[in-house]
């Protein structure tokens, strides 16, 4: 698992444009002789392993892409492609899916059912592979789905995991104020676009601390504020990007709606004019109840692992919500905190890394819920009403 990882992490390949992991990947499965599908909605790459004997059909999923970050890390395995990395441990998620499918195909003889190793491209970059993936098949006859996150923060050993949402829906928004510049030594005859964005800056923040229920989570960042000038120039115009994050749908869509009114009443306010756009990213990761008792459960049954906790949702955003919308299962994080770091650098950072043993503990949870998944015939009858809704 470590040489895998460590070869996927010196060769990154962007969101969309992972065309020599997919093959990577696929010749992996191919070298074992197991069935394995490739170009699944995009660069996506699925392979099946049939047990001998009838059961139930259990995914997996790991992701593929790497980051536009130029890495900072000096190891051996440091990215050799100039401004890309790894940064978010998806060359571990792979390294970890590719091993466990390997000693299960090993077991096939002696095993139950059928497990779907889904290998989704763009996972960092919306709309993501998994839509395009489960519109080309990858969930066909999938009873249940479990997934992990590397996750930096955590310690070595420890799985967090939460039933409902667990991370949040993930929206993205501009705005641009068009005023009406002019010379910096003649304010009265401008409409400066940068006091009325700043003004905007601060109006968006009280969305949240005034507008929505303390009792529902929710953020408004901005993170973009740009509008380039000389020195002594009024601002023309200046465009604001932020990120909306939410669990609940009645919020994010009020957020949305939000915004506009607190665009227009601003810009009313300044006589300007604006464009607001609010794009859509990834639905919240919710978690089904009972899937996510039973990956608990599995996960006590692994020795490398010695604390399981609830986990505190996370507002960062996955595309594995689209997963759990057509089919049940739980996704969980495991803990890779690296050795003898204090205060671990966070995902998405240049100096990002993990505690490679951690894939381990990723491979040996995953296959414990896999091998010791069985559905009654009422979940099966719940799994068929849920894929109907």
């Given at each position: 698992?470590?040489?895998?990882?460590?070869?996927?992490?010196q060769?990154?390949?962007?969101?969309?444009?992972?065309?020599?992991?997919?093959?990577?990947?696929?010749?992996?499965?191919?070298?074992?002789?197991?069935e394995?599908?490739?170009?699944?909605?995009?660069?996506?790459?699925?392979?099946?392993?049939?047990?001998?004997?009838?059961?139930?059909?259990v995914?997996?999923?790991?992701?593929?892409?790497?980051?536009?970050?130029?890495?900072?890390?000096?190891?051996?395995?440091?990215s050799?492609?100039?401004?890309?990395?790894?940064?978010?441990?998806?060359?571990?998620?792979?390294?970890?899916?590719?091993?466990?499918?390997?000693?299960l195909?090993?077991?096939?003889?002696?095993?139950?059912?059928?497990y779907?190793?889904?290998?989704?491209?763009?996972?960092?970059?919306?709309?993501?592979?998994a839509?395009?993936?489960?519109?080309?098949?990858?969930?066909?006859?999938?009873?249940?789905i479990?997934?992990?996150?590397?996750w930096?923060?955590?310690?070595?050993?420890?799985i967090?995991?939460?039933?409902?949402?667990?991370?949040?829906?993930?929206?993205r928004?501009?705005?641009?104020?068009?005023?009406?510049?002019?010379?910096?030594?003649?304010?009265h005859?401008t409409?400066?676009?940068?006091?009325?964005?700043?003004?905007?800056?601060?109006?968006?923040?009280?969305?949240?601390?005034?507008?929505v229920?303390?009792?529902?989570?929710?953020?408004?960042?901005?993170?973009?504020?740009?509008?380039?000038?000389?020195?002594n120039?009024?601002?023309?115009?200046?465009?604001i990007i932020?990120?909306?994050?939410?669990?609940n749908?009645?919020?994010?869509?009020?957020?949305?709606?939000?915004?506009?009114?607190?665009?227009?009443?601003t810009?009313?306010?300044?006589?300007?004019?604006?464009?607001?756009?609010?794009?859509?990213?990834?639905?919240?990761?919710?978690?089904?109840?009972?899937?996510?008792?039973f990956?608990?459960?599995?996960?006590?049954?692994?020795?490398?692992?010695?604390?399981?906790?609830?986990?505190?949702?996370?507002?960062?955003?996955?595309?594995?919500?689209?997963?759990?919308?057509?089919?049940?299962g739980?996704?969980?994080?495991?803990?890779a905190?690296p050795?003898?770091?204090?205060?671990?650098?966070?995902?998405?950072?240049?100096?990002?890394?993990?505690?490679?043993?951690?894939?381990?503990?990723?491979?040996?949870?995953?296959?414990?819920?896999?091998?010791?998944?069985?559905?009654?015939?009422?979940?099966?009858e719940?799994?068929?009403?849920?894929?109907?809704?």
């Amino acid at each position: 698992m470590v040489e895998i990882r460590r070869y996927l992490h010196q060769h990154p390949e962007l969101s969309f444009k992972e065309v020599n992991t997919a093959k990577y990947i696929a010749n992996f499965y191919k070298d074992l002789g197991i069935e394995v599908r490739e170009n699944v909605g995009g660069n996506g790459v699925v392979a099946r392993i049939k047990g001998a004997k009838p059961g139930s059909t259990v995914a997996l999923r790991a992701d593929f892409d790497a980051l536009p970050i130029q890495e900072e890390n000096e190891v051996p395995y440091k990215s050799l492609v100039p401004g890309v990395m790894h940064a978010c441990g998806h060359d571990g998620h792979t390294a970890t899916l590719l091993v466990l499918a390997k000693v299960l195909n090993e077991l096939k003889d002696d095993l139950s059912g059928e497990y779907v190793m889904i290998h989704q491209h763009a996972e960092e970059y919306a709309p993501g592979g998994a839509i395009s993936m489960i519109k080309d098949g990858c969930l066909d006859g999938v009873d249940v789905i479990f997934g992990t996150h590397l996750w930096s923060p955590v310690p070595y050993g420890e799985i967090t995991y939460r039933k409902g949402p667990i991370m949040a829906a993930a929206d993205r928004f501009e705005i641009t104020i068009q005023g009406f510049g002019g010379h910096g030594a003649q304010p009265h005859k401008t409409k400066d676009a940068i006091v009325i964005a700043s003004q905007l800056v601060l109006n968006l923040q009280q969305i949240v601390s005034r507008r929505v229920n303390p009792i529902d989570s929710a953020v408004v960042s901005v993170g973009s504020f740009v509008s380039n000038n000389a020195f002594n120039v009024i601002a023309d115009s200046a465009k604001i990007i932020g990120t909306v994050r939410t669990f609940n749908e009645e919020v994010r869509d009020f957020i949305e709606k939000e915004i506009e009114k607190v665009i227009k009443g601003t810009c009313f306010a300044s006589d300007c004019t604006y464009e607001y756009l609010y794009d859509r990213g990834y639905p919240a990761v919710v978690n089904h109840d009972k899937e996510t008792d039973f990956l608990v459960a599995s996960a006590k049954l692994v020795k490398d692992i010695h604390s399981i906790q609830e986990a505190e949702p996370e507002m960062g955003g996955e595309d594995f919500a689209y997963y759990l919308q057509h089919v049940k299962g739980t996704f969980f994080f495991t803990g890779a905190k690296p050795e003898a770091t204090e205060t671990p650098y966070p995902h998405h950072h240049p100096r990002f890394d993990i505690n490679e043993k951690s894939l381990l503990v990723a491979a040996k949870t995953l296959g414990s819920a896999a091998l010791n998944y069985q559905q009654t015939e009422d979940s099966k009858e719940e799994s068929a009403e849920f894929a109907a809704k």
